[in-house]
């Protein structure tokens, strides 16, 4: 399953911005997706993640009440949604999708396919 992250950028501190993952294949909506960054200097770390159906989602402790996670399996698409962004969140982020669980998943490697990141800039 090839994955495609997009929607990053630069943004001031307190701004917003949604991260798209799209997939060609329909079979992605089987799939849990997760979100996960890496910021300069550290190591990836998972920020979000969703079961396939989208009725179940998890959140790192950082980014509770600021990010939400969702998907819309008609469009092979998740997404995530930051508001109140610090520049602390300055990071590349991937997306990943699992075949191995119908919940959602923390631990990076029980995600089979990853998307390439996408750079997101929070100025302060």
Known sequence: VQLQASGGGLVQAG???????????????GLAVGWFRQGPGNDREFVAGINWSGEFTGYADSVKGRVT?????????????MNSL???????????????????VIKET???????????????
């Open 15 to 29: 701004g917003s911005l949604r991260l798209s993952c799209a997939s060609s294949e329909r079979r992605f909506g």
């Open 69 to 81: 996670i969702s998907r819309d399996n008609a469009k092979n698409t998740a997404y995530l949604d």
């Open 86 to 104: 610090k520049p602390e969140d300055t990071a590349v982020y991937y997306c990943a999708a699992a075949t191995s669980t119908p919940g959602w």
């Open 110 to 124: 029980l995600y089979d396919y990853w998307g390439q990141g996408t750079l997101v800039t929070v100025s302060s």
